[in-house]
């Protein structure tokens, strides 16, 4: 079984076994799906309803993550977002398995205890709304991960072969050094892996004259054919992907994304969104993004204009099922659910970091926005969280510095999330952080 079994199960199962052919039950935990090193998802869509969650998906959320934890032999202390109650019902149900199986649960102690962090997506909702410029999150956003599988079905002119493509960092070794790239920097790299290709090549007029040489050949068939399926895949992802960004004109979009969810000048905001609502190039999808967008940015701002953007919506034909999204979001990561305050600096630190930030240029203005998470997780590992907005459950606190972090997001996490974790565990040496959600995201 792929995860702890009980009892009354084994019981079933005990006794629906006629003819004894049974000889051994075995648990292994491997109820999560794992999408990178350090990233897992539960692949559940919609696990509440309002507010509050799905009975049948709490449950199922409590089992994925306590598989998770038996399975990386973790019994950790929890912090929860106390802005967010399905965090604290998480974090209560966690805790109850763990007290209950506390015979599984009996690893050897470390000195400092690993730390489950329980966060809830409203706190911010502006991350997966926002188109992605690095290779694994683009290619989700635009085309689609589900299980490692990209469905290339309808990219025009598609061969048989490529219909469906994997991309695995396990198996796939341009995939892995370019997941995180920056998407110019794939198509320099794409060039060259096309160039050590063609050097490998075997020579149309090789000569296959001795028995060596045909063994030779033979032994280098496999590479070549798996470089081969490797270079055709990624020039078609990579080719699909441009055209997406040309035809949806995202490189325009991106930047205004980009703007309403890292400034604070409303007016200039306001004017680029009226302007790429009346581009007849970007999709009714995009527009309904961007409205999005300014809706949750200034919701509250004296001058908030979003009547004005909804009635140019409709004028421009964006179907309801859309102009919807636009309070819907708000009702489900507006201000008023929010337990951080998402658009402006904490303290003086973070206020001079902007400054600087601001003088010095950004490197890329496509991917200046950081998550939430970046400045949660900065927190943590410097020993600053404050423990009256992410509360530990029970009465004991880590006294040192934590240095095994599992993070769950209720509501699902990203891989512009993904990206920030790899990052902090690049640059943090001795912490370990784990990156999980009850889905992965893209806008759609």
């Known amino acids: 079984f ?8 084994v019981k079933s199962l005990a006794e629906a076994d006629e003819q004894e052919v049974v000889a051994e039950v075995q648990e292994f935990y491997g109820d999560y799906i794992a999408v990178n090193p350090h990233v897992f998802s539960l ?8 507010r509050s969650w799905d009975p049948a998906q709490l449950s199922r959320t409590t089992q994925g993550l306590t598989a998770l934890l038996l399975s990386l032999k973790k019994c950790p202390m929890i912090r929860y977002q106390l802005s967010s109650e399905s965090a604290k019902r998480l974090a209560e149900c966690v805790k109850q398995v763990i007290t209950k199986e506390y015979e599984l649960f009996d690893f050897r102690r470390t000195e400092v205890p690993p730390l489950l962090l329980i966060l809830d997506r409203s706190d911010d909702a502006i991350t997966p709304l926002l188109n992605q410029w690095t290779y694994q999150a683009m290619v989700h956003e635009l085309l689609g991960i589900n299980n490692n599988r990209i469905d290339l079905s309808r990219v025009p002119g598609i061969s048989k072969d490529l219909r469906e493509v994997v991309l695995s960092a396990e198996n796939d070794e341009f995939y892995a050094n370019n997941m995180y790239l920056n998407f110019a920097e794939i198509g320099s790299n794409i060039k060259n892996l096309m160039e050590d290709f063609q050097r490998r090549k075997p020579k149309e007029q090789q000569k296959l004259e001795s028995i060596a040489d045909m063994k030779a050949f033979v032994e280098n068939y496999p590479q070549f054919k798996k470089m081969s399926g490797t270079v055709s895949k990624h020039v078609t992802v990579v080719g699909e992907l441009s055209r997406l960004v040309g035809e ?13 969810a890292c400034q604070n000048d409303h007016s200039s905001a306001l004017q680029n969104v009226r302007r790429l609502l009346q581009n007849p190039k970007v999709t009714e999808f995009d527009a309904a993004r961007l409205v999005m967008l300014y809706a949750l940015h200034y919701e509250r701002h004296s001058s908030n204009s979003l009547p004005g953007l909804m009635t140019e919506l409709k004028n421009r034909g964006v179907s309801e099922k859309y102009r919807k999204l636009v309070s819907a979001v708000v009702e489900y990561g507006g201000k008023r659910v929010r337990g951080s305050d998402l658009f402006s600096p904490k303290d003086a630190v973070a206020i001079t970091k902007q400054f600087l930030k601001g003088l010095k240029g950004v490197e890329n203005v496509y991917t200046q926005h950081q998550p939430l998470l970046q400045e949660t997780l900065d927190q943590l590992i410097k020993g600053k969280l404050k423990d009256s907005q992410y509360p530990y459950l029970g009465p004991n606190t880590l006294r040192d510095r934590p240095q095994d972090i599992i993070v769950f997001i209720i509501g699902g996490a990203t891989y512009e999330e993904a990206l920030t974790v790899y990052n902090l565990n690049r640059t943090n040496p001795g912490v370990r952080i784990v990156l999980g959600g009850t889905t992965i995201h893209k806008t759609k």
């Open 43 to 50: 692949n559940l869509l919609g696990c509440c309803q309002g």
């Open 2 to 9: 792929s995860n702890v079994i009980s009892k009354s199960d």
């Open 248 to 260: 949806r004109n995202l490189l325009e979009v991106s930047e205004v994304e980009q703007e309403l």
